[in-house]
């Protein structure tokens, strides 16, 4: 079992930046494919990116490519998401997940964890 508690969600002009963070519980956080979603009102949930417990290889949704940056940080049991040049459009709950059974997972279905989920809201 591991529990999530995402931080670090807030209110940012367009062009401004976040770090989010994700806290897990449990020893063996290291075995775990961690990954970002998001969700804006009325859409479904979407994939921004995922570290995988392998190797530490990451993969990008190509709406975050080249401005977010996922990493971890297995002694501290956290999980990043460094936000830059944020626009409007990147408005949204942002929730991270955890899975041991997929390690290249990019699809909700695929994660057995979720947090609680932390409010972006990039203001133009």
Not at 25 to 30: D, I, K, Y
Not at 93 to 120: F, K, L, M
């Amino acid at each position: 079992q591991v529990q999530l508690v995402e931080s670090g969600g807030g209110l940012v002009q367009a062009g401004g930046s976040l770090r989010l963070s994700c806290a897990g519980s449990g020893r063996t956080f290291s075995r775990y494919t961690m990954g970002w979603f998001r969700q804006a009102p009325g859409k479904e949930r979407e994939f921004v990116g995922r570290i995988s417990w392998i190797g530490g290889s990451t993969l990008y949704a190509d709406s975050a490519k080249g401005r977010f940056t996922i990493s971890r940080d297995n002694a501290k049991n956290t999980l990043y998401l460094q936000m830059n040049s944020l626009n409007p459009e990147d408005t949204a709950v942002y929730y991270c997940a955890a899975t041991s059974n997929v390690p290249q997972a990019i699809h909700p279905r695929e994660y057995d964890y979720w947090g609680q989920g932390t409010q972006v809201t990039v203001s133009s």
